[in-house]
């Protein structure tokens, strides 16, 4: 594969972002080499700056769902383009993906739209430590919600590909009021509220995590969750930026059947443009200004742009569309798990509707620890072969894989095929 155009660009970026970057999950620094730059996308693919064309399993961390640049939300971007781009005013199409997201998810009767997932869901924190008059916030290891410092400890996704458990720069005395604990480890949760049931303000939960990888929790720990938070009076937060409308119509907790007081949305409700929010019952989101006295803020929130990206995109995705996209992660998951056996490559995939990981181990992990304790030096290898070969993960072992519902069989047998040549490389016959 050609680079020339990609190195040259990096090369100027570099000079320009920390890293080359504006998001350092994207500087390979995990997996090592040279990152590609990206010049245009269609449908399932990417194509770099040098012409090379790739199928694309990172779709932007989330939000191209319905496959990059899809005619219709081109078309209702386009038709809002005309109309204006930003007014700074309330305008009707906050309204309507307002709307379209409560119909989806019944337990948001309040939604306040931001710009990022981190926006989202450091403002939910600010909301439930008002809410309850307390401080403590508990989180998983492994979770990733966002860079606000509440939730920098022993975060998921680039936190755990620059191996930063918790950042510089986080005062001490702020870190001290989160605590995090194994994920679907019911004993270690209870024993928090345990010992600072009186202190804690919510829990904060990836329903199913996508930040250490994708690894669902068990029914029993979330519904463990949600009766000590109801019990001790503690918010349960379900940060549901990546799952929100990801893994089917209600989300995780449509899928768990489980009430979060709060839930923080992003991505794929912004359609591809910068979009987050959080919502919950009425009587908790009337706390936020200018109802109430919690202060939250936004020059872009509701852009009329990302909106109407946002509405476009969940129209596109009923029932048909995620089973579509369910039968595709369901051929790839076990695929790549033939063909590592064939290869007797050791590799155990974990996978719901639209997002899987592969990791380099015997059996599933089930929380942080055992994600650590994968092979990661195989799974850069990995990624490396299938990126040659036109085939592209997220550079990182941490972060999970995404289908759209424009990859097809054609995609997932072009990306098997790439996987038998990728583990044959591990042990050639
Ligand atoms: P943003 O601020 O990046 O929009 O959202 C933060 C966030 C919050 N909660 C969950 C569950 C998330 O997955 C994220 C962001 N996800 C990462 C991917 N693992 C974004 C990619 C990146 O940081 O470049």
Known sequence: MKKKLSAEAMQEARELFPGGVNSPVRAFQSVGGEPVVMDSASGPFLKDLDGNIYIDYIGSWGPMIAGHNHPSVVKKVEQQLKKGISFGTP?????????????RMPYIEKIRMVNSGTEAIMSAIRLARAATGRELI?????????????????????????GLPDSPGVPRNLAAKSISVTYNDSEAIREVFEERRQE?????????AG???????????????????????????FDEVMTGFRVGMGGAQGLYNIEPDL????????GGLPVGAFGGKTHLMREIAPDGPVYQAGTLSGNPLAMSAGLATLELLTEETYSGIWEQTQTLASGFEEVARNRSVEVSVTKVCGMFSIFFTKSTPKNFRD???????????????????????????????????????????????????????????
């Open 91 to 103: 305008a009707r199409p906050e309204n309507q993906l307002a709307k379209e997201i409560m119909s």
């Open 138 to 162: 508990v989180k998983f290891d492994g979770g990733y919600h966002g860079h606000s410092d509440s939730v920098l400890v022993e975060a998921g996704s680039g936190v755990s590909t620059l």
């Open 200 to 208: 804690i303000a919510c829990v904060v939960v990836e329903p199913i």
């Open 263 to 270: 839930t923080v949305l992003g991505k794929i409700i912004g």
């Open 211 to 237: 930040n250490m990888g994708c690894i669902p929790a068990s029914n029993d720990f979330l519904r463990l969750l949600r009766s000590l938070t109801t019990k001790h009076g503690a918010l349960l937060i």
């Open 371 to 429: 994600v650590k304790g994968s092979d990661i030096g195989k799974f850069n290898r990995f990624f490396h072969s299938m990126l040659k070969q036109g085939i592209y993960f997220g550079p990182s072992a941490y972060e999970a894989a995404f289908i759209s519902a424009a990859h097809n069989e054609e995609t997932t047998k072009k990306t098997l095929e790439a996987a038998e040549r990728a583990f044959s490389e591990f042990n050639p016959s």
